[in-house]
């Protein structure tokens, strides 16, 4: 089992930056696939990045690249999500989530995982 809690959240200006984290608990860490998810009020929540177990490079959706970057410190049991050219819709609850079973082509599914954060509330005002 692994624990997870976000923290980093704010408030900040469209186009400013913000660096969320996560940290784990446990000392398998680098053993977990874990993935950033977001939801924003009425609607579901939608696949950020994720970083494989074993792999150091995250994958990341479409509406994010080039924009955020995912990182993860296994020593530390952290996952960090460095969040550059903030937009209006970047709003949302950021949650990080850790499964060590997760297939690839599921990677992107809310449903592959089994442990999640409490979330981090994540404002972009203009």
């Known amino acids: 089992q692994v624990q997870l809690a976000e923290s980093g959240g704010g408030l900040v200006q469209a186009g400013g930056s913000l660096r969320i984290s996560c940290v784990g608990s446990g000392r398998t860490f680098s053993s977990y696939t874990v993935a950033w998810f977001r939801q924003a009020p009425g609607k579901e929540r939608e696949f950020v990045a994720v970083?494989?177990?074993?792999?150091?490079?995250?994958t990341y959706a479409d509406s994010v690249k080039g924009r955020f970057t995912m990182s993860r410190d296994n020593g530390k049991s952290t996952v960090y999500l460095q969040m550059n050219s903030l937009k209006l819709e970047d709003t949302a609850v950021y949650y990080c989530?850790?499964?060590?079973?997760?297939?690839?082509?599921?990677?992107?599914?809310?449903?592959?995982?089994?442990?999640w954060g409490q979330g981090t509330q994540v404002t972009v005002t203009s």
């Open positions: 970083s494989r177990r074993y792999n150091s490079n995250p």
């Open positions: 989530a850790a499964d060590s079973g997760v297939i690839l082509s599921s990677q992107r599914s809310s449903s592959s995982y089994d442990y």
